[in-house]
């Protein structure tokens, strides 16, 4: 059991068994008309279904199931627009990354159109809790690519985890989801500019996830493991958020977005690679890192769980460098530091 009070970070965050399904009174004092975004049936979305019908007032005045797909900016501003017509007073998403996503930005969006900032309760799984408490968020524009986005503003109010609702199948999603959380958080070691809170987060999720990927491997998954994983990969997202870089995010979600893979999977494949751009940056800091998971090196990790690095490539020479152009001009149009279109090519040459 867990609870995570905001003294560092702008997220509530509610962490422990059933949190969800208890959380009715608070969500009670919220709001009484609300938005809810799901991607698909998932646990999550069904224990909040199950809060909110025993909530005394709340009511569902409008719901939309993004069915696996970025929203793009014209359904954003629909969705805005019947939220005005329904006298939407908060938003709720439940499921993945991708209905994370969609509820910030119908949030952002709703305050830009009207000046009032909904209240905005996520419930993701927990295999990718991470991007609950994070200011990063996924769209895609009128012509269909990819638009990422950082802002303060799209951190939420409440986040809702609860270990139990990892649904079926789940080992391969955890497996990935930790090799993504311990990307994330080299990635902080070596550029964070974050706080005191994220380094001591750093070194403690490093344990957790080297738990948790022992208990995949040797099939020893049960609800403390669970709790345990899902803690890490919590800890990443707000490293992640703090740390004041996001390039991995910008790399990871354009690299999901076109081969249709998860963002776990995408981390897998960019992470030997990231690596390298790492070491180059700070050796010291990267061999550091994976001293503590008990490797050498990030060859070694990866030798060690092999069966998670596949050795083909899905990007050619060419979408290599529209990625990294891409994420060029974004980066800087959002004022963020970035390396060069030939550093990042670089990164995806091998992926």
Partial sequence: MGIFMNFFMPVHILMYSNCIRQAAADLDRMGTRALMITD??????????QTIATSGRLQIVSGRDICGELLTVEQIEEICQEM???????????????????????????????????????????????????????????????????????????LLLDAQCAGEGA??????????????????MVLSRGSLLSRGFIYDSLSDICFGLKSLDEDLVDSLAQEVMGRSILKAGIVAGQSGSS???????????????SSGKAAARLLSSYTEYLWSRDSHKVQSFFGQMGFRNVAEFTQEFCFLFPED???TEAEAEEIAQEIVEERRSWGLETPGTEEISRILSTV
């Fill in 313 to 315: 490539r899905i990007l």
């Fill in 40 to 49: 698909g049936a998932s646990d999550a979305a069904t224990a909040l279904d």
């Fill in 171 to 188: 080992s391969s999603l955890w497996m990935y989801a930790l090799v993504e959380a311990m990307a994330h958080l080299l990635e902080a």
């Fill in 84 to 158: 005005t017509r329904s006298e939407t007073d908060m938003v709720l998403a439940a499921g993945s990354s991708r209905a994370v996503s969609a509820g910030k930005l119908c949030r952002q969006a709703f305050a830009e159109r009207t000046g009032q900032r909904l209240p905005l309760v996520l419930c993701p799984i927990p295999q990718e809790a991470g991007s609950g408490v994070t200011p990063y968020a996924c769209s895609r524009d009128r012509a269909g690519r990819l638009r990422c986005q950082s802002s303060a503003q799209l951190y939420a109010d409440l």
């Fill in 247 to 261: 390039l991995l995010y910008a790399l990871e979600s354009r690299l999901s977005q076109r081969k249709g893979i």
